[in-house]
């Protein structure tokens, strides 16, 4: 980077320019001349140059910055009515609602008949409704905290960025020459429309040479070089452009470009700064961090799947990459902690893997098993022969191989076997209390437990994190995690989300306390302490992302069709045969399945599948799935009707439904599923013939409905 001649170009001149790239509809570069225009003090009509800068904002899509100067003018000239209407418009792309709607009122109070405003309002009014008071802001549930190692990965990725160097400007003693500066910028702009970004380039590298201390003009370069892949180059151009003077567009820019060098840690620091300067838009910039984030993170992940993941308003959201016609397979997982659910801890199974080793006495039931003699003969012959591993300290958790028994030892066990743990034999006690209480049909155990999902998952998810950071301090040469190795360890889970309204800790106090007493007295001197948000985060982390799932061959359906294929076997077996037999069924936290999120007309389905050799999950499509359509699964059952399905999800997970099965189909005959007028008591709205899940008002209605989209979801 070379210093230079600072030469200011007047403001006159940089209003020319911007109004020339405006009449050639280049509304960034206009905004930039206008930029330059209205910093300088010199110029006469401050809020006229802030009006054509917003409109140039506004056109295209920053409506954050429009709002802004919006608000400058509006301060100046209150009176402008014009000004609220675009001011409603911003606030209503920005989704920030509520101010909209007071803008749009604003601007009433001047012009009452104002067809336009009135319009806008009602626009707003339909959204508030729309959204019905939900609360999820996946930007406040995820951080822009820094990754263990992220310090050591910025240091590397400066050390490559370095290498790419900068670019080589002379000295400038001579005063830019205006004339020829405004004709290159014509031609720039003239270029950008003809969409022939080589010579744009050209033109800008020589206006460059001409005026180097207009940032503007490297800004532009750099964005063009980027557009054409020529990421170094832009690199360059970006850097050339001092800390102090970078604008919000400036920080985005040289993040997607550090993104785009697989500098992406480096793309997340330029990303904060975005956040940190970017005022109004700063929502806009936060949401880019997640994406860059999101990316550096589940790429490696997805790459061989048929799926990316990626950042929008509803937090992580999977994609397809291509295709894909109904039941095609996208991707299949293996869980990261599992835990058997406690309806099912009758059922002999893998603690480790979660392989069934149903036994066949659980199978057909002692009496059948100990009176049938046929059955056992063939129980004998066909019933598939497990050796049981059990702990040999405790004895209490049972594995299918001794490398599953090794493997749980590692992973969790060492700290959660009653050899090591006495505190743990209460979770046990619980567990097998609260499934005598679900059989029961008591789905809340007062003060003790409430969730679906069994309260060892917990212990398991503590468990691993302790036992990876004592590798983690193994491994470095230390005998106790520390601080460090504890947030190495900690960090995967970071991925799942946590979000939630009831307050768990107080809710279940019982079940803190027996965690507090099982995590509190670890050998080696290890600690993890359970605060009351700690214990909160992760019972979220896991009310949020669990997934059921079991062993997609249990031992009885090899038996099933071994005593098949033998017809004697059969006739004597096949009435004993259960159509709903005893499952081992496990609940368990996948990276990738823990970013689709929900929809009532959902385009694929989990299944039970074997991965590597173990049970875990596959996702399958449903119907066809279009490259970059979001793909999604339900977390109800999607049979119920509208009503319980919102108020289910709403209760578990804290949203309000928004998909297009939730937007085109009612509730009952009280009111139309379009247009929301209410019936009266004694002429009730009829329902669509076909699903019977809308009501209309009228003919008219039902097409309009039909034609937005209930067509897609109505299915008789
Ligand atoms: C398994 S996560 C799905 C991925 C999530 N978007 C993320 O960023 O991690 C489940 C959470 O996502 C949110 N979610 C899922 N589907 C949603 C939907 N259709 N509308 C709003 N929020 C949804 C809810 O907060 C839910 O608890």
Same mark, same amino acid.
């Given at each position: 980077m070379q210093y230079r001649n600072k030469m200011a170009t007047t403001s006159d001149v940089l209003l020319r320019y911007g109004d020339d790239a405006y009449n050639v509809k280049d509304f960034d570069i206009a905004a930039s001349f206008y930029s330059s225009a209205a910093t300088q003090n010199v110029v006469s009509d401050y809020?006229?140059?802030?009006?054509?800068?917003?409109?140039?904002?506004?056109?295209?899509?920053?409506?954050?910055?429009?709002?802004?100067?919006?608000?400058?003018?509006?301060?100046?000239?209150?009176? &402008?009515?014009?000004?609220?209407?675009?001011?409603?418009?911003?606030?209503?792309?920005?989704?920030?609602l509520k101010n909209a709607m007071l803008m749009y009122t604003r601007g009433l109070n001047l012009d009452h008949g104002n067809e336009v405003i009135q319009k806008g309002l009602l626009n707003v009014k339909a959204k508030l409704s729309e959204n019905g008071g939900t609360t999820y802001d996946p930007l406040t549930l995820c951080t822009q905290d820094a990754y263990p190692g992220d310090e050591e990965l910025v240091k590397m990725e400066q050390t490559k960025l370095d290498k790419i160097g900068s670019v080589e400007i002379p000295e400038f003693l001579n005063v830019p020459d205006t004339l020829k500066l405004r004709g290159l910028i014509q031609s720039v702009c003239k270029h950008k429309e003809d969409g022939d970004y080589n010579l744009a380039e050209s033109s800008l590298v020589a206006a460059i040479r001409e005026d180097a201390d207009n940032y503007s003009l490297c800004h532009v370069l750099a964005e063009i070089l980027y557009q054409k892949n020529n990421h170094e180059k832009a690199f360059q151009y970006c850097e050339m452009?001092?800390? /102090?003077?970078?604008?919000? @567009?400036? &920080?985005?820019?040289?993040?997607?470009?550090? /993104?785009?060098? !697989?500098? /992406?840690?480096?793309?997340?620091?330029w990303l904060r700064y975005a956040t940190k300067f970017g005022g109004k838009r700063a929502e806009e910039a936060a949401m880019v961090f997640q994406d860059v984030r999101v990316q550096r993170l589940y790429d490696p992940l997805t790459s061989g799947t048929k799926v990316n993941i990626r950042f929008t308003e509803f937090g992580r959201t999977m994609h397809c990459t291509e295709e894909l016609n109904k039941g095609a397979y996208l991707f299949r997982e293996e869980p990261l902690i599992i835990a058997q659910t406690i309806d099912t801890l009758d059922v002999q199974a893998c603690g480790h893997c979660g392989k069934s080793m149903i036994t066949a006495e659980q199978y057909f039931g002692q009496g059948v098993f100990r009176q049938n003699n046929q059955i056992r003969a063939a129980v004998e012959k066909y019933w598939?022969?497990?050796?049981?591993?059990?702990?040999?300290?405790?004895?209490?958790?049972?594995?299918?191989?001794?490398?599953?028994?090794?493997?749980? &030892?590692?992973?969790?066990?060492?700290?959660?076997?009653?050899?090591?743990?006495? !505190?743990? @034999?209460?979770? /046990?006690?619980?567990?097998?209390?609260?499934?005598?209480?679900?059989e029961e049909n008591c789905r809340v155990w007062d003060g003790v437990w409430n969730a679906a999902f069994s309260p060892m998952t917990l212990a398991q998810l503590w468990a691993r994190i302790i036992c990876d950071a004592k590798r983690i301090a193994k491994a470095r040469g230390g005998t106790t995690? @520390?601080?460090?190795?504890?947030?190495?360890?900690?960090?995967?889970?970071?991925?799942?989300?946590?979000?939630?309204?009831?307050?768990?800790?107080?809710?279940?106090?019982?079940?803190?306390?027996?965690?507090?007493?099982?995590?509190? @007295?670890?050998?080696?001197?290890?600690?993890?302490?359970?605060?009351?948000?700690?214990?909160?985060?992760?019972?979220?982390?896991?009310?949020? !992302?669990?997934?059921?799932f079991a062993d997609p061959e249990p031992p009885y359906k090899s038996f099933v069709a071994n005593a098949k294929a033998k017809p004697q076997v059969w006739a004597c077996v096949s009435p004993h045969i259960r159509s709903e037999p005893p499952e081992a069924t496990f609940t368990g936290l996948f990276m990738l399945h823990a970013c689709m999120n929900h929809s009532c007309d959902n385009n694929a389905e989990v299944r039970d599948r074997f991965v590597d050799g173990r049970p875990g999950i596959a996702l399958q499509t449903k119907k066809t799935i279009a490259a970059g359509q979001e793909v999604t699964i339900s977390y109800i059952d999607n049979q119920m009707c509208r009503q319980d399905r919102q108020s289910w999800l709403y209760q578990s997970y804290n949203f309000w439904c928004m998909c297009t099965k939730c937007q085109f189909e009612g509730?009952?005959?009280?009111?139309?599923?379009?247009?929301?007028?209410?019936?009266?008591?004694?002429?009730?709205f009829p329902a669509c013939s076909r699903c019977h899940h809308a009501w209309y008002c009228s003919s008219h209605c039902q097409k309009v409905a039909w034609k937005k989209g209930h067509k897609s979801i109505c299915n008789k």
């Open positions: 809020s006229e140059i802030l009006k054509k800068r917003s409109k140039c904002y506004y056109k295209t899509g920053k409506y954050a910055r429009a709002f802004d100067d919006i608000v400058e003018i509006l301060k100046i000239w209150p009176s &402008w009515t014009e000004g609220y209407i675009y001011a409603g418009s911003c606030l209503t792309y920005l989704k920030d452009i001092p800390k /102090h003077l970078r604008s919000f @567009d400036t &920080w985005i820019l040289g993040s997607k470009i550090r /993104h785009a060098l !697989n500098a /992406h840690v480096s793309a997340e620091l598939p022969k497990k050796t049981v591993y059990s702990c040999e300290k405790c004895e209490t958790e049972v594995y299918c191989s001794k490398s599953c028994r090794t493997g749980a &030892w590692e992973d969790y066990h060492q700290i959660l076997c009653s050899s090591t743990n006495k !505190n743990i @034999d209460k979770l /046990h006690h619980v567990c097998q209390q609260f499934k005598k209480l679900r995690p @520390d601080r460090r190795d504890m947030a190495k360890a900690k960090a995967k889970y970071r991925r799942f989300i946590a979000y939630g309204s009831a307050r768990n800790a107080r809710v279940v106090p019982k079940m803190m306390a027996i965690m507090r007493e099982i995590f509190s @007295d670890l050998a080696d001197g290890v600690t993890m302490e359970i605060t009351d948000k700690e214990f909160e985060g992760r019972y979220f982390q896991i009310a949020c !992302n669990i997934q059921e509730d009952d005959s009280t009111s139309c599923t379009n247009c929301k007028k209410q019936a009266s008591r004694d002429k009730l």
